[in-house]
Nanobody, 114 residues
Framework: VQLVESGGGLVQPGGSLRLSCAAS????????MSWYRQAPGQERELVAA????????NYADSVKGRFTISRDNAKNTVYLQMNSLKPEDTAVYYC????????WGQGTQVTVSS
């Protein structure tokens, strides 16, 4: 199993970023996929998750209405569209495949600052 995130960077408050996670080594279309984040000095938290088909999603209260998780099963890729970014969204963002197993990407840094 390999998960490779991309798309992080520095953005001003109110801006947008789209993260991508390219998956390989398993049958992507049959697994739930998730995005987590971890800010300095804080525990890792679930940001968003999507069902294998993509028809069912859930979000942390802190990102509802601003972030959108989606997936393209033909490309074995899951995305996180982040809009109206706030400084408190600053964190390392991780793609994960869990339950069963526990697989994580290397993370991508998102910094929201003026």
């Amino acid at each position: 199993v390999q998960l490779v995130e991309s798309g992080g960077g520095l953005v001003q408050p109110g801006g947008s970023l789209r993260l991508s996670c390219a998956a390989s080594g398993f049958t992507f279309s049959t697994y739930f996929m998730s995005w987590y984040r971890q800010a300095p000095g804080q525990e890792r938290e679930l940001v968003a998750a999507t069902s294998p088909s993509g028809r069912s999603t859930n979000y942390a209260d802190s990102v509802k209405g601003r972030f959108t998780i989606s997936r393209d099963n033909a490309k074995n890729t899951v995305y996180l569209q982040m809009n109206s970014l706030k400084p408190e969204d600053t964190a390392v963002y991780y793609c994960a495949r869990r339950f069963p197993g526990d697989y994580w990407g290397q993370g991508t840094q998102v910094t929201v600052s003026s």
